[in-house]
């Protein structure tokens, strides 16, 4: 029988490191660490990247907390403004200013008492309307609807 070379990769041995003499070492790569070293590269590939996205949402946090900040800082102005257009608006509406401006712009005057005069007017609590004058086939005509509507319900 002869020999056959498998397929299957066989386990490296351990190859004996020796110190050279001149204070350099040697470091042999062992093929069963490969899988190790791969491991620890991806999870510190995957640390670094989650770090990053981390760090980018606090980026991100930040700038619309300054967003927030800055729009009610305007809001703040602006509520100010309203206050201060308001009051000037009730000084402009004052009853002195409105007098200042009839008497100078319009010409008009104040009252005098000559000017006053007075209506006596009769309060009765009663209007009595006078009811025209019905002909007597107009008259026949409203009773007959006022029968029709009270047989009617």
Do not use: C, W
């Not at 351990?14 to 999870?43: C, M, Q, W, Y």
């Not at 927030?68 to 009853?95: C, D, F, H, P």
């Amino acid at each position: 029988m002869s020999k056959q070379k498998s397929s299957v990769p066989q386990p490296a041995e351990p190859e004996e490191t020796k110190a050279p003499s001149n204070g350099i070492f040697v470091f042999r790569f062992d093929p069963s660490k490969r899988g190790a070293a791969l491991k620890v590269f991806i999870a510190g590939v995957l640390a670094l990247s989650l770090f990053s996205v981390v760090i980018n949402s606090y980026v991100q946090l930040n700038e619309v907390y300054s967003e927030i900040s800055s729009a009610n800082a305007e809001l703040n102005i602006l509520r100010s403004e309203n206050v201060r257009m308001q009051t000037e608006l009730e000084g402009k509406a004052s009853i002195s200013n409105i007098k200042e401006y009839a008497e100078q712009h319009l010409g008009l005057q104040k009252l005098d008492k000559s000017q006053i005069q007075y209506i006596e007017i009769q309060t009765e609590d009663e209007v009595v309307l006078e009811e025209e004058e019905q002909n007597i086939f107009v008259q026949i005509k409203h009773k007959f609807e006022d029968i029709v509507a009270y047989l009617r319900g």
